[in-house]
């Protein structure tokens, strides 16, 4: 069983940047990075999709137009996942979901969300 704190989301004007952040940890207690970390979001009546992840010992994997305004980051030895956005646009809104993998293959972890509101 894993633990997914999440923290950053708020209400943020047009043009404006935050920062997210996630926290992994393993219910046991038991040590030890995680395969894949990342971020996924969600509009209200639209499907979730991939915002940017990160996975061990490769480069960072960005959803279709991310890449240019938002930057997924990772301290392994904090088991802690970041996602800078800035430039926020009004379409940027959603909820936000931490995403994590313990192995390539194995079922995913989900975060309860965080709200991203960018508004005037």
């Known amino acids: 069983q894993v633990q997914l704190v999440e923290s950053g989301g708020g209400l943020v004007q047009p043009g404006g940047a935050l920062r997210l952040s996630c926290v992994a940890s393993?219910?046991?207690?038991?040590?030890?990075?995680?395969?894949?970390m990342g971020w996924y979001r969600q509009a209200p009546g639209e499907e979730r999709t991939l915002v940017a992840s990160t996975t061990t010992g490769t480069t960072p994997t960005y959803g279709n137009g991310m890449k240019d305004r938002f930057t997924v980051s990772r301290d392994s030895a904090k088991n802690t996942v970041y996602l800078q956005m800035n430039s926020l646009k009004p379409e940027d809104t959603a909820v936000y979901y931490c995403?994590?993998?313990?192995?390539?293959?194995?079922?995913?972890?989900w975060g309860e969300g965080t709200q991203v509101t960018v508004s005037p």
């Open positions: 995403n994590v993998r313990l192995t390539k293959n194995s079922t995913p972890y």
């Open positions: 393993r219910a046991s207690g038991s040590t030890g990075s995680f395969y894949v």
